[in-house]
Nanobody
Framework: QVQLVESGGGLVQPGGSLRLSCLAS????????MGWYRQAPGKQRESVAV???????NYVDSVKGRFTISRDNAKNTVYLEMNSLKPEDTAVYYC????????WGQGSQVTVSS
């Protein structure tokens, strides 16, 4: 079973930037389409960005032009670069395959507030 560990969250002011990382436990990671998901308080978890094994990326409309997903298959790691952050980006961010597997990591809290 692939284990996923997210890191890089924190508290940032509106307009700021953060970079999230997700380390997978197994090299088989490189064949999967990976995604970043987020869950805000009182809301359902949503897909934010996905990246194929070949590097093709897609984004939810609300983050297009601000977030960039990337992956380093040699390091079993997927990243989410987040710029021009808004208060509505506040959520716990998770990585998983796309479509997601049943088991999730602990996530990384991102709080955008002045």
């Amino acid at each position: 079973q692939v284990q996923l560990v997210e890191s890089g969250g924190g508290l940032v002011q509106p307009g700021g930037s953060l970079r999230l990382s997700c380390l997978a436990s197994r090299s088989i990671f490189r064949i999967y389409t990976m995604g970043w998901y987020r869950q805000a308080p009182g809301k359902q978890r949503e897909s934010v960005a996905v990246i194929s094994s070949g590097g093709s990326a897609n984004y939810v409309d609300s983050v297009k032009g601000r977030f960039t997903i990337s992956r380093d298959n040699a390091k079993n790691t997927v990243y989410l670069e987040m710029n021009s952050l808004k208060p509505e980006d506040t959520a716990v961010y998770y990585c998983n395959t796309d479509p997601p597997r049943p088991v999730w990591g602990q996530g990384s809290q991102v709080t955008v507030s002045s």
